[in-house]
Each structure stands twice: as structure tokens, then as C-alpha cells.
């Protein structure tokens, strides 16, 4: 990430509205000055290589003030000539389209804009800035002339399309080249390349001020030369700066060559002295177009060879760094780790060319990290105390979003950033690239690089850093593996001594390889196998199981079924009523690392919980059988109408069989058949009487296999008579066939009767029409069963799904909020779940989850 500073990007624009009307101004003044008498066109005219130079330099965002910064430099100039204004806004227009034209098909089509050092780049400066333009913009530019001057439409047209042709050939890499060299040159020393470029430039100038020396001019060789083949003598020159300075200085000099040239021409002196103006115009630029082109060709293929043999060089040496660095930590010890760090660090520094490579490494926490080590191409001693959260607040937070710090100068750095440029400072930087090392699960530092200067720090740089970082990550992490593995290794035989639970661990066979002294106390009191290190634990327990140990028989095929991987775990709870009172123990085998490692045998004391559990139990039993009863006393007026009816009909029948006893001649057939109704009644009154028994029936959980759509419709004839004095219509809709859960029948019941009762409340209160409840019982896919219960109240308060199972929540004046706590733990007991939710137009609706009983047909 590289932030930009607000006040550097406001100095940049500043600079760029400057730079561009000055430029425009002298390049204005020497297109004007290269004009052969009475022509309008300039025979080179650079003002639109100026504005196309501008315009590849600055952003897109910046191209419409850097244009307008031009425009008065325009009108000033152009009106001293004596133009009319149409005219030279027309001119404007024509100029402004070619610099926008030459600059958008160049940031269009070159993935770098500002470097003419490939083939493709060279390439999309060519056929943008050098064709396209130029010749697009001269339609409009030779019609304002035309019509304003008189002067011949394809002439204006070609003589206009070539010079701007070789303004933009010649001027826009020699300025976009110099202004991106000038921060190099200027931090540069006095070095053998400055001495050559000096060289060369006195020697390109001894030559062109010899041909155009009046005098020299007459000798007959150079006079020769020099009106045959006026290039002849630059060409050494021109090719010398090209294979030497790349396509920068291909440009300077064939910049300076067409200036020359163009000038000598108007001014008919040197080698044009003797020559037709009007003839050699054309042919010059003609000339100077092949020659710019061929030489900025050749210097793009020299400079793209030059820099990929450098390229190839710094990557080999990088890969031999990275690979000897990678190897270096494979196999090292991590308390070596630490000297080694330190001489590695250097040579990554020389290669990655760098002047400071530091490296912070994350302590227990991420925020504690530390600069570990540091090293620095001055000297300039060990490594500064730095507090990242104190010193580097606004680039720790960074760091620790698991970003890349991408800093190329401090007037980057944003306002937040005000005590991070302070210690920056402190340290002489001026220019920072941070990576991250990050684990698999964990932060483990971070690796600085750090420059004395101003510098940008190229993507193939990022990369190598990155993968300098990933090597070093990978070590830190080994290394923090190790120093744990070691200190575990330490306090493990002190901890497993320490632990009141029996552990035993033996290895991928079964042999014991540490035990702790619990587990001779545990394995005595609980009659498991008393093995001691050294001993095969598996051996043990299958030798016993062979004697007919009951434990041992359980025991053994657990445990090698986790050392042969083929089961992740085993556990096992048995109990033991070897002392006076009965005791219960847990055994748990787990795999040691991985299957083939071995595995860890514990066996623990948990008398006490089941103790605890076997009391919760029976206190949740004798609760459930309270709620039962609450719930049975409500129901007493439906019981007793339902129990009233059978009852009444006995009496009758009894008192009509009677009288046909009483009858001179009984008849027989009457009276057999009032005793069938008689015994009809009875048993209906003995059906109600047991069901109400067996709801009211209190002990142990009886786990049966249980008809669970018979139980429904017996608890739905309990409450029918209470249903139809509170005007409410219980609808049935379970299945035809009989459906089986395994559980305790009258717990079951319990859960649907409470769910018909709260239904029936939930609709007391509405109309009688829209009292309606829905008790449904559905077999889902052969495993599970659902039971459902709808109602047509006013539903569940918002939020409260889930709170109306916990105990003590209630909606009822004088509930007491323990009714569906009770349900839930019956079919969670069960083996099922509960949930409640409101229904889309009215009512909520009740659904319990059951399984189905393994004898049930699926």
C-alpha cells in the first residue's frame, strides 16, 4: 500500500501547470522560429510534443488543467504573430486533440507509459504519438489554416502531419526519459558513465558546429559529405548515445540533430546553404523520420537485451540466495536458529539491495513483537529498542490487518501517520517496505526493508521480499514448534505426575511408555489393569478378556481399534463395587498425535457427578409427576363428565333390565343386549379410569417400544370433554398406521397432554368460530417422526421461541413457567428435540422431533 500525501499531490499539480507553460512557451517560440518564409506550418513543431510529454507524465485526472495551463501561453504567442483569434483557438483545438490522442493510444496500449524500453512499448509510441496523431489531427488543422490563410490543403496537411510526426518522435522521449531520470541523476555520483556522456556530447557538438561552419563548409570531402548525406557525421554519435544510453539518449541527440537541422534549413546555412528550401523540407524530415525511427528501434532492442540480462543475473543470484536459505534452515536446530538469522540477514540485504533488513518477531502476542534482528549496510550498530505499537502505531495497525506496507517517500506518509514519520527520521529512513510473516494459525513478525533515500520499490522487488518473508516464516514457525515441543517436553512428566485422573500412554503396539502414579491408585480401586512402564497394556487387557473379565472383554477392541486408526476415540464407563459403596469411572482412549503414535489411556472418578445426575433425575421425575397431577386436577370436570356419561348409561340400562325382569314374560333377547351395553359402558369407564392411573403413575423411567399415534388419540379422549366446554375443536391428523418411538408412555403423554392444554388456553380468548387446534403426528423417512400442534391464537411474543422453554417463563397470570421446561427435557431425554415458532397469518405451532424405534419398518 502507498498512501499519497494531499500537500504532494496539490506541489505535483503545481509543478506539472508550471512545467507545461513554460515548455509550451519556448517550444512555441521555436516552432515560429523554424518556418520558412510565408509558410504557416513550422517545419518541426514541438508545442504538441510538449503537451504529449505533459500528458504521459501526469495521471489522466490532471489532463484537463495541464491542457488549460497552455492556453494562454497559446493566445499570447500566436496573436504577437499576427494571426487571427479563430484562427488560433482552431490551432489550439488541433493541438490539444493530437497530445490527447498520442498520450490516451499510449496509456492505452503500453503497459508502462513512461518508458520506451520494450519493443511493445516503443511500439505503441510509435503508432500512437507518431502516426495516429499527427495524422488525425491535420484534417482539422490544415482546413483552419486553409480557410483562414489561404494556403493549399494537402500541403498544409503533409507538411503538418510530418513535422509533428518528428516533433513527437524526437521531443517526447528525450523529455519524458530526462524527467524520469533526473531523481537518479541527481542522487548519482560523478562516476566513468558521466565522463562518457560528456565525451559524447562534446564530440556530437564538434562535429555539427564543424558542418555548419562557413569556412570548414568549402572543404570539398566535408562539403560532399555533408550535402550528399548531411548525417552522415552525427550517425556515429546518434548510434554511439543509442547502444550506450538507451532510448533516453537516442532522443536527446536525434532531438538535437532535428533542431540543428531544422534550423540550418530555414537559415540556409551549412550543408543547405546551396539547396532549394521548398525540395529539401520534405526529404529532411523524410530522412530524419527513417533515421529517428531505426535508431529508437535499435536502442529499445539493445536497452530490452541489456535489461534482461540484468534481470536474469539478479534472478539467478536471487534463486541461488533463496534456495541456499531455504536449505540452511531445513534441517537446523532451533536453538541455532537465532546466530544463524543473523548471518543470513546480511546477504539477504546485499542481494535484495537494500540499506536496512530487519526483522521483528512476535512474541506471545502479536502485539509484543520485537525487532529480533537488524541489520544495516552502514554500520550502524546493534538494533535500535523499537515498541511497534508505540514507535510505528499507524503501520503496526496495518501490519497486523495482515497488509503490505509500500512506502516510497515520508511526505506519503497521511496526517494519521505523524509519529510513525518521526521515528522514521530517528532511524535516517526515507523510504520503508514492510511484509508480514503470518503462519498457518498465527502472526509471527514482520520483515522491514528500509532505504536512506527516496525510492519506489518495484514489483519484482515486492515478490523477492515476499518470498524471503515465506522462507522466514517458515523458520520462525518451526522454531516457535520446537521451543514449545521442548518446554512441553519439560513440564510433561511434572503435569502428568500432577493430575488426579490415571493416565497411561502407550505406543502403536500397546506397550506402556509413561504412566502417572494415579493411575496404579485408580486401576487398584476400579479393577482395571494394573500395567506399569514397560508392560503391553493391549496384551493385558486381552489376556483378561480371555478369563472372562467383563471390563477387560469391552476394553481391548477399543483400544486397538484407536491404535490401528480405524476409530477416532473410545470411551467407556463401567462401575466398580469393589469397596463398600458403589463407584462409577469413565475411560477414555484418545490417539497420541496420530494413529501411529500410540495413544492416551485416562480413567477418572465420576462418582460424585453421577451421583449428581442419578439425583437431578429423580428430582426432574417427581417434578414431571407434580406437573402431571397440576395437570390431571384441571381436567378434573372433563374426567368427571366423561366418566359421568358411561356411569349414567350403566344405571339406565341396569334400571330398564329390571324392569324386564319384573315383566310377566321377560324377553330374553332385550335383555342381553342391555347387558352388552352394559359391559360396553364399563369398560369405557375402566378405559378412562386406567388411563388416568397410568398418567398418574409415578417411579422409574420404563423405556418401552411405544405406539405413539395410539398414545395421541388416548390423551385426546382425555381432554374432549374439556375441549367441548371450552368451545374449542381438536383436530387429529396422524397416520393410519400404527408409528413406534422407544421411550416411557406415560412421560410421552405427559409431553402431548401439556401441548393440548396450552393450546387450547392460547385459543380461549378468541371468537368461537376460530377456536381450532391441529394435533398432527407424521412418520418423516423411516428415522424420525414428528408431532406437531397448531393453534389459532395470537401466537408467540416476538423474540420468545426459545424462551418459553426455560423454566419459570411464562405468559399466564398465574402459570408457574415450569410446564414446557418439563416437555423439553422428557424429549430431549428421549433422544428428540423441540422447537415453537409463530405460525404466517395466526397461532403458533409446537413441532417435537422423535426417533423412530429401530424395530419400525421404514
Avoid at 472372562?548 to 470411551?571: H, K, N, W
Avoid at 330374553?668 to 392411573?693: G, W
Avoid at 419459570?808 to 431425554?829: D, W
Wanted: aromatic share 6%; net charge neutral; with cysteine.
Amino acid at each position: 500500500m502507498t498512501p499519497t500525501h494531499p500537500a504532494t499531490s496539490r506541489f505535483a499539480l503545481v509543478g506539472g501547470v508550471l512545467g507545461v507553460a513554460a515548455g509550451y512557451y519556448g517550444a512555441c517560440q521555436v516552432g515560429l522560429g523554424l518556418r520558412l518564409p510565408g509558410a504557416t506550418p513550422s517545419i518541426l513543431w514541438p508545442p504538441n510534443a510538449i503537451l504529449t510529454s505533459a500528458l504521459v507524465l501526469a495521471p489522466p485526472r490532471r489532463w484537463p488543467v495541464l491542457l488549460l495551463a497552455a492556453l494562454p501561453v497559446h493566445l499570447l504567442v500566436e496573436h504577437a504573430a499576427g494571426w487571427p483569434l479563430p484562427l488560433i483557438l482552431s490551432l489550439f483545438v488541433t493541438n490539444c486533440l493530437e497530445a490527447v490522442i498520442a498520450a490516451g493510444g499510449i496509456w492505452l496500449f503500453s503497459d508502462s507509459p513512461r518508458d520506451f524500453d520494450t519493443f511493445p512499448r516503443l511500439t505503441a509510441f510509435i503508432v500512437s504519438a507518431v502516426i495516429a496523431a499527427p495524422l488525425l489531427s491535420s484534417f482539422a488543422d490544415a482546413a483552419a489554416v486553409t480557410i483562414f490563410r489561404g494556403e493549399p490543403y494537402w500541403t498544409v496537411f503533409l507538411t503538418r502531419t510530418f513535422s509533428n510526426a518528428l516533433a513527437q518522435l524526437t521531443f517526447v522521449p528525450a523529455v519524458v526519459g530526462t524527467v524520469g531520470a533526473l531523481p537518479h541523476w541527481r542522487e548519482s555520483r560523478w562516476t566513468s558513465r558521466t565522463t562518457e556522456a560528456l565525451v559524447l556530447a562534446t564530440g556530437f557538438g564538434v562535429v555539427w558546429v564543424g558542418g555548419l561552419d562557413a569556412e570548414l563548409a568549402q572543404l570539398p570531402a566535408l562539403r560532399i559529405v555533408t550535402t550528399q548525406t548531411p548525417l552522415a557525421l552525427q550517425l556515429p554519435f546518434m548510434l554511439w548515445a543509442g547502444v550506450r544510453f538507451g532510448p533516453v539518449g537516442a532522443g536527446v541527440t536525434l532531438l538535437a540533430t532535428s533542431l540543428l537541422s531544422a534550423w540550418a534549413l530555414v537559415h540556409g546555412i551549412g550543408p543547405f546553404a546551396t539547396l532549394d528550401p521548398t525540395a529539401t523540407v520534405p526529404a529532411l524530415i523524410i530522412s530524419l523520420l527513417v533515421v529517428a525511427t531505426t535508431l529508437m528501434y535499435l536502442s529499445t532492442l539493445v536497452e530490452e537485451r541489456r535489461h534482461t540480462q540484468h534481470a536474469l543475473a539478479a534472478r539467478l543470484e536471487f534463486e541461488e540466495l533463496l534456495s541456499r536459505l531455504s536449505g540452511a534452515f531445513v534441517q537446523l536446530p532451533s536453538d541455532q536458529m537465532d546466530a544463524a538469522l543473523d548471518k543470513w540477514l546480511g546477504q539477504i540485504g546485499a542481494v535484495l539491495r537494500v540499506d536496512l533488513l530487519a526483522l521483528f518477531v512476535a512474541g506471545d502476542e502479536a502485539c509484543a513483537f520485537r525487532a529480533t534482528y537488524w541489520w544495516s549496510e552502514r554500520r550502524i550498530g546493534p538494533a535500535p529498542e523499537i515498541v511497534p505499537a508505540r514507535d510505528f502505531p499507524w503501520t503496526f495497525d496495518m501490519l497486523l490487518e495482515r497488509r503490505v506496507l509500500n512506502l516510497s517517500s515520508l511526505a506519503a506518509l497521511p496526517d494519521a501517520a505523524r509519529a510513525d514519520q518521526t521515528s522514521l527520521k530517528r532511524l535516517g529512513l526515507n523510504a520503508a517496505l514492510a511484509m508480514p510473516l503470518a503462519g498457518k494459525d498465527s502472526f509471527l513478525g514482520v520483515l522491514a526493508c528500509g532505504s536512506f533515500a527516496e525510492r519506489r520499490w518495484p514489483d519484482e522487488l515486492k515478490a523477492n521480499v515476499r518470498l524471503v518473508s515465506e522462507v522466514l516464516a517458515n523458520a520462525l514457525s518451526r522454531k516457535r514448534t520446537e521451543d514449545a515441543l521442548r518446554t512441553s517436553e519439560l513440564m510433561k512428566s511434572a503435569i502428568l505426575q500432577s493430575l488426579q485422573t490415571g493416565v497411561a500412554v502407550v505406543d502403536r503396539l500397546g506397550s506402556v511408555v509413561a504412566v502417572n502414579e494415579a493411575w496404579m491408585i485408580v486401576a487398584r480401586q476400579s479393577g482395571a489393569m494394573d500395567v506399569a512402564v514397560g508392560g503391553n497394556l493391549l496384551m493385558s487387557c486381552e489376556a483378561a478378556a480371555r478369563m472372562g473379565d467383563p471390563l477387560a472383554r469391552a476394553l481391548a477392541p477399543g483400544i486397538a481399534a484407536v491404535l490401528s486408526g480405524s476409530q477416532p476415540e473410545f470411551s467407556l464407563d463401567h462401575r466398580s463395587d469393589l469397596g463398600p459403596a458403589p463407584r462409577w469411572w469413565t475411560l477414555q482412549v484418545l490417539p497420541l498425535g496420530s494413529p501411529q503414535s500410540g495413544a492416551v489411556i485416562a480413567q477418572s472418578d465420576v462418582t460424585d457427578v453421577r451421583r449428581a445426575e442419578l439425583e437431578a433425575q429423580r428430582s426432574r421425575q417427581e417434578l414431571a409427576h407434580v406437573a402431571r397431577v397440576s395437570t390431571v386436577g384441571e381436567l378434573t370436570a372433563s374426567i368427571a363428565h366423561q366418566l359421568n356419561q358411561p356411569l349414567s348409561a350403566i344405571m339406565t340400562n341396569a334400571q330398564a333390565a329390571r324392569r324386564v325382569l319384573d315383566s310377566p314374560s321377560p324377553d330374553f333377547a332385550k335383555l342381553h343386549a342391555i347387558l352388552v351395553d352394559i359391559v360396553k359402558d364399563d369398560r369405557r369407564a375402566s378405559d378412562i379410569i386406567k388411563r388416568l392411573r397410568e398418567l398418574l403413575r409415578r417411579g422409574e423411567l420404563a423405556m418401552t417400544r411405544v405406539n405413539l399415534t395410539k398414545l395421541i388419540r388416548e390423551v385426546a379422549d382425555l381432554v374432549i370433554g374439556d375441549a367441548i366446554v371450552r368451545g374449542v375443536t381438536v383436530s387429529l391428523d396422524v397416520d393410519h398406521h400404527p408409528v413406534f418411538v422407544r421411550g416411557d408412555s406415560v412421560q410421552l403423554q405427559q409431553v402431548v397432554l401439556n401441548l393440548l392444554q396450552n393450546a387450547m388456553e392460547a385459543v380461549g380468548d378468541q371468537p368461537p368460530g376460530l377456536r381450532v387446534v391441529t394435533l398432527k403426528c407424521r412418520a418423516l423417512d423411516g428415522e424420525a417422526v414428528r408431532v406437531s400442534m397448531h393453534d389459532t391464537g395470537p401466537g408467540l411474543p416476538a423474540g420468545g421461541e426459545d424462551a418459553v422453554f426455560e423454566p419459570f417463563y411464562t405468559t399466564k397470570p398465574t402459570g408457574m413457567g415450569m410446564g414446557l421446561s418439563i416437555v423439553r427435557s422428557i424429549v430431549e431425554a428421549h433422544g428428540g428435540t423441540i422447537h415453537a415458532a409463530n405460525q404466517e397469518r395466526m397461532g403458533a405451532v409446537f413441532e417435537v422431533l422423535l426417533p423412530v424405534d429401530a424395530g419400525q419398518a421404514s
